[in-house]
């Protein structure tokens, strides 16, 4: 039995670590995981899913809010190996180095393409075609070990961020039960990545989920659907935010300005743009709840036919 500490936050690290509890040959003796955050308008406390996972297992949990400096006490927790996704911070050469089986991190893009925080989000947004799981050794750089296993996933024009996700969190957990005896065994090989084919996606920044309805349609359609479902996105009209979920490109052309708000289709919010149309299905409206877009145009949505976003 294979003594494993595992390493992650998300929903993404949760799928990876309840593999990790099922296979065979892996003790998952400790989980480290990101602090608690606040989350929602009342600021409640709310524990990393990977945490709640954990705890569900009696596996011990440490929250290191910097584990640069506070390492100590995993350094003696007895583990063979480390498995990592999603975790959040840059693990220190001392972790690493604890392990006489290795640390290997599951990453969410083809490396060296789209190092980083937002690999998926930024492949949406790029306009990718195509992305995937990279099964690599861990090196104190950032997603610059080198790489044992690859698989491919297709990015669909239908395809946001929330279904792009559920396709490479499928991929992991097939990843790692493909490999994951080969790891015990130091059955495989690693290949270093080439430093000069690199490329990177860094955290979405706040000022990036303010959509400007100019330019490319095809570029603001990734920018939106690699944004959705979280953390959204939206547009201002009149001095006050909208927000959108579910967008399309409508088969239609149109004359008019970019970023005006055109007569509802369907129920659905139409937005001009280069000359096509942005379909939108949901919306929330700044001080309202998230609604169907029919349910808006009968509301304050027609009102707002004319006015151009901003």
């Not at 990977?50 to 506070?70: D, G, S």
């Not at 100019?214 to 001095?239: F, M």
């Not at 909208?242 to 239609?252: A, C, G, N, P, Y």
């Not at 949901?282 to 349910?295: S, T």
Request: aromatic content about 8%.
């Amino acid at each position: 039995m294979v003594k494993v500490m595992f390493m992650g936050t998300p929903m993404f690290a949760k799928r990876i670590l309840e593999q990790l509890y099922l296979e065979e040959n892996a003790e998952v003796i400790a989980v480290v995981t990101q602090p608690d955050q606040p989350v929602g308008r009342k600021q409640v406390m709310t524990p990393p899913e990977v945490k709640v996972l954990a705890q569900q297992h009696n596996t011990p949990v440490y929250q290191p809010v910097k584990l640069r400096k506070e390492y100590g006490e995993l350094l003696s927790l007895g583990a063979d190996m480390i498995i990592t996704c999603a975790y959040g911070q840059i693990v220190p050469n001392e972790v690493l180095n604890c392990v006489p089986l290795g640390a290997f991190n599951l990453h969410a893009s083809l490396l060296p393409k789209l190092r980083g925080g937002a690999p998926i989000q930024r492949a949406i947004m790029n306009g990718m075609m195509k992305t995937g799981m990279t099964l690599m050794k861990m090196s104190s750089r950032m997603d610059a070990g080198d790489m044992i296993a690859k698989s491919e996933v297709e990015i669909e024009q239908s395809d946001d961020y929330g279904t792009l996700e559920e396709k490479l969190m499928d991929s992991g957990v097939k990843l790692l039960h493909e490999w994951f005896d080969r790891l015990c065994a130091k059955d495989y090989t690693a290949e270093p990545q080439k430093e000069e084919e690199a490329t990177f996606a860094p955290i979405i920044r706040p000022e990036e989920e303010k959509i400007t309805f100019t330019g490319n349609y095809r570029d603001v359609y990734n920018h939106i659907r690699g944004l959705l479902p979280r953390p959204g996105v939206y547009a201002k009209v009149e001095d006050r935010k909208l927000k959108f979920w579910h967008v399309s490109v409508s088969e239609m052309t149109t004359d008019r300005p970019d970023g005006e708000i055109l007569p509802f289709i369907g129920g659905n919010l139409c937005v001009a743009l280069a000359g096509r149309v942005l379909v939108f299905e949901e919306v929330q409206y700044e001080g309202k709840k998230r609604c169907a877009a029919r349910d808006f145009k009968n509301g304050v949505g027609r009102t707002l036919v004319g006015k151009r976003f901003y």
